[in-house]
């Protein structure tokens, strides 16, 4: 079966970096796309990030446009978010999905698997 495990999570002050990676097992990832999402207390389920392994067609939320990254190890199947210049507002738990054979989208109902979530916390 497919299993994302999500890793990488935890506290930062505000302009710190985390690391989240996404390692993805049971499936290949030709023409898939991998996304991140997160979701705090109050607030909607917000689409993040999102890598498709066929093209590497990207996609960055505004808020986080020249401080994440997305990007690929493909020798170990996993989907890496750089997270730099750490804001309150980043704090969430963060959600691996993918979506097989399918192009980049932002509704999460169209991701068929689902990680179980790494926190992330920016506070001071």
């Known amino acids: 079966q497919v299993q994302l495990v999500e890793s990488g999570g935890g506290f930062a002050q505000p302009g710190g970096s985390l690391r989240l990676a996404c390692e993805v097992s049971?499936?290949?990832?030709?023409?898939?796309?991998t996304a991140w999402f997160r979701r705090s207390p109050g607030k909607e389920r917000e689409y993040v990030a999102a890598?498709?392994?066929?093209?590497?067609?990207?996609y960055i939320v505004d808020s986080a446009k020249g401080r994440f990254t997305i990007s690929l190890d493909v020798a170990k199947n996993t989907m890496i978010l750089q997270m730099n210049d750490l804001k309150f507002d980043d704090t969430a738990t963060y959600y691996c999905?993918?979506?097989?054979?399918?192009?980049?989208?932002?509704?999460?109902?169209?991701?068929?698997?689902w990680g179980q979530g790494t926190q992330v916390t920016v506070s001071s």
């Open positions: 999905a993918l979506r097989p054979n399918k192009a980049i989208s932002d509704i999460a109902a169209g991701y068929d698997y």
């Open positions: 890598i498709r392994w066929s093209d590497g067609s990207i």
């Open positions: 049971g499936h290949t990832f030709k023409r898939d796309t």
